[in-house]
């Protein structure tokens, strides 16, 4: 009986090939248990309690600062921090009551709203960071001269993460298969299309890579700063602009890195391992504390200061 037992699991693991994935996923997998539940209701709630908290305190800060290129990109990120914010108690409703209320589009659309709200941050974090970088090169700030400038900027930049991420979702996500429809944030079965792999082994590592260059050039300038004025290195006005251009950069490894680094693993795990709780729970966890990237409030004031 335990031989026929084992040959029945063998033959039941064998159906989850990329052919067979869709069919046999929604009836082979378990939800997610009570403490993977717990541990993203903690983490959302703290995003969301001390994100609204740091988005009003910084929309006080600039409401009159919006000329240089830098307040143009805290501006945006304030906004991205808010749109993904009033999507976040969606979230954890639904961690809490173990079951999804607002139908399968809405899902899909707070589903991708996380992923736009970490690259829209990413996009504007480079962005304040390029500029200080070009700063210390050039020794002059970078400012828009026509607010017209600074609108046409923020579009673009809105304009292509928005439109490579929802048509994504909404267009490949979901469509595999039947979804149980109490169920939400549960796409793996869309990870076996050629074409949504692809993409995001492409997004991951144009991240990856544009974070170590960012690193290393700002490791270069360090030491640059360092052979300089060496003996009063540490009590440089320089230094102390380049410890804050550092800070940001932090924000990106400590929030990003971990997710975005896990998601080239679990994209090519998730495959021969479908219903995997680990393996779920923890790309969802790390997921998740990509949005502490809404506490960057506390660097923008530490960098003002």
């Known amino acids: 009986m335990n031989t026929s037992a084992m040959n029945n699991t063998t033959s039941f693991a064998e159906t989850f090939t990329s052919n067979n994935f869709t069919s046999n996923f929604s009836s082979a ?3 997610p248990g009570t403490t993977y539940n717990a541990a993203l209701i903690t983490i959302y709630t703290i995003v969301f309690v001390g994100g609204s908290a740091g988005a009003v305190s910084m929309t006080w800060i600039m409401k009159h600062d919006g000329k240089s290129v830098t307040s ?24 809490i009551l173990d079951e999804w209320k607002f139908g399968e589009i809405f899902c899909k659309l707070v589903s991708a709203m996380i992923h736009a709200h970490m690259y829209l941050c990413f996009l504007f974090y480079v962005a304040i960071v390029t500029i200080r970088i070009f700063s210390f090169f050039q020794e002059k700030t970078m400012q828009f001269y026509q607010p017209r400038h600074a609108s046409a900027t923020s579009f673009v930049t809105w304009a292509l993460v ?3 991420v929802f048509p994504l979702y909404l267009e490949f996500y979901g469509t595999s298969k039947k979804y149980n429809q109490k169920q939400c944030f549960q ?6 299309k050629g074409f949504v792999k692809h993409v995001n082994y ?9 974070i170590c260059a960012l690193l290393a050039v700002q490791m ?21 602009a380049q410890v804050k251009t550092l800070l ?9 890195l971990p997710y975005l680094g896990f998601r080239l693993f679990y994209i090519k795990q998730i495959v021969a391992h479908p219903c995997s709780l680990v393996l779920h729970a923890i790309n969802e966890i790390f997921l998740a504390l990509t949005a502490m ?4 409030v506390f660097t923008f004031l530490v960098a003002a200061h």
């Open 202 to 210: 492409l997004f991951v590592t144009v991240v990856l890579m544009t």
């Open 72 to 95: 143009t990109a805290v501006i945006n990120l304030i906004l991205a921090h808010i749109l993904f914010l009033l999507t976040v108690p969606f979230r954890i409703s639904y961690y």
């Open 29 to 31: 997998c378990n939800p």
């Open 248 to 256: 940001f950069l932090l924000i990106m490894i400590m929030c990003f």
């Open 220 to 240: 270069y300038i360090m030491m640059r700063l360092a052979i300089k004025h060496e003996g009063t290195f540490l009590k440089q006005q320089q230094f102390g």
């Open 293 to 296: 990237s809404c506490f960057d």
């Open 187 to 192: 796409f793996q079965a869309e990870l076996t």
């Open 162 to 164: 928005l439109l490579a």
